[in-house]
């Protein structure tokens, strides 16, 4: 029931990975008095602003009180030089008046430190106003709230910013519930290919890999950036020693893993080695069209990445053709652990991995959406109805970017990037 838990719907709004998160809090957890949290939190950030500037200008008067403090020797000096200047002109000869020169000289650094100090008095005066208004403010809560009722309520922000702070990590996984509409970033290469980012690491690698075409290929280009990306520049080219088959390949932690061309066999090639790792058959998996996705084009095997790790979608003679999905270790190879999904693969226009689950559109053509969900944590499935706009109608790739949280698309010669929105139901136990 969405009234167990907090609802939360996370998603990628831009393709800068800027993310929205919209929390749906349960009815029997509603407190009214929460409404004044934010003109507390308002508050208390004020008082830390105003501590930071303190601190700045405790600083700063105190460097500049140590310089006040190494010139007052040489002020006393020009001081009983004029003076004896004044009681007696004829002392002040062409020497004497040079020398009290060079004092005066000596001395007008100490001007901008004197107007640091009338600029200093004034932020004083002005930060004497802000703790003033700040009292009064704490005062009026106070005194309409009590003061039970306001330690009360500080103490409650504080124990639901904890709860957050510990519902936002469990917020790695959700169930799909929308698609945005597609953000088209680059139209280039055939009608078929396959374009990818690293899926494992850190957001500060933004490196693109292209591969165009989908057989017997062992081009693989490198950009730096996505920007470099669309613009076509700035990359370097890998030539993988095995052609290969299809567009399911997938970037998994500086390695491509990728199906060898007229076989079932696994191919995982290093980059920065320019090197194959490793590459292992997948028994009785179905290769050279046997079992493809609707569009056909080598599409047998295809790997994916999502939360949990490295998949493979593939079907076999002994599933008749139904879609498997197996648990893929990512140094070996091996396989894991499989599950029979039950749904036709070559009645699938594309399938992706999010948390865990398998979608599968129900068409590669115009008109598609994501029709079928496999749970392999459950091991059961649902029929699924989430609209997936197919702009330009004939996809030939589709894979989920965990690091991202975006899909990747090669549809018809263009490369094409999907938000998704994910579900979720946080559990909360007591009042809030």
Avoid at 213 to 227: A, I
Avoid at 341 to 348: E, I, N, V, W
Avoid at 376 to 397: A, C, G, K, L, R
């Amino acid at each position: 029931s969405p009234d167990e838990g907090w609802q939360v719907y996370t998603s990628a709004q831009a393709p800068d990975g800027k993310c929205l998160c919209t929390a749906v809090i349960p009815v029997q957890g509603t407190c009214s008095r929460d409404l004044r949290s934010h003109q507390l939190r308002q508050l208390m950030e004020k008082v830390q602003n105003i501590s930071q500037s303190m601190e700045v200008l405790d600083l700063r008067t105190y460097r500049d009180l140590q310089y006040v403090r190494n010139t007052e020797s040489l002020m006393k000096g020009l001081d009983s030089r004029l003076k004896v200047a004044a009681e007696s002109q004829k002392s002040l000869n062409a020497k004497s008046f040079q020398e009290l020169k060079d004092k005066m000289t000596e001395l007008l650094p100490l001007m901008p430190v004197l107007d640091q100090y009338k600029s200093d008095t004034r932020l004083i005066m002005h930060l004497k106003e802000e703790v003033k208004n700040l009292s009064g403010s704490l005062l009026a809560i106070q005194e309409e709230m009590g003061a039970y009722d306001y330690e009360e309520l500080q103490q409650r922000v504080l124990m639901l910013e904890a709860r957050l702070h510990a519902c936002m990590q469990k917020l790695g996984c959700g169930k799909l519930t929308g698609v945005s509409n597609p953000i088209t970033i680059r139209a280039s290469g055939s009608r078929f290919g396959s374009w990818m980012t690293d899926t494992m690491t850190p957001s500060a690698d933004s490196r693109v890999w292209y591969m165009d075409g989908y057989y017997k290929g062992r081009r693989v280009l490198e950009f730096r950036t996505l920007n470099d990306f669309v613009t076509g520049q700035n990359f370097v080219q890998h030539l993988l020693p095995h052609p290969w088959a299809g567009t399911g390949h997938v970037v998994f932690n500086g390695s491509l893993y990728y199906n060898k061309y007229q076989s079932n066999i696994a191919v995982k090639y290093h980059f920065r080695s320019r090197s194959v790792l490793v590459q292992r058959s997948l028994a009785g998996a179905g290769y050279n069209n046997t079992f493809p996705y609707s569009w056909g084009g080598f599409s047998d095997i295809d790997f994916m990445v999502d939360e949990s790790g490295l998949w493979a979608v593939y079907t076999t003679n002994q599933n008749a053709g139904n879609i498997v999905v197996s648990r893929v270790d990512p140094q070996t190879l091996e396989v894991l652990h499989s599950w029979d999904t039950g749904y036709p693969k070559r009645s699938a226009g594309e399938s992706f991995m999010i948390c865990g689950t398998l979608y599968v559109t129900n068409s590669h053509l115009a008109g598609a959406k994501i029709y079928f969900a496999y749970y392999t944590n459950t091991s059961s499935y649902e029929y699924t109805d989430i609209p997936f706009h197919n702009q330009y109608s004939h996809i030939s790739m589709l894979d989920y970017n965990p690091r991202e949280r975006v899909l990747y698309t090669w549809n018809n010669g263009h490369q094409v990037i999907y938000n998704v929105t994910l579900f979720h139901v946080i559990k909360t136990s007591g009042e809030l």
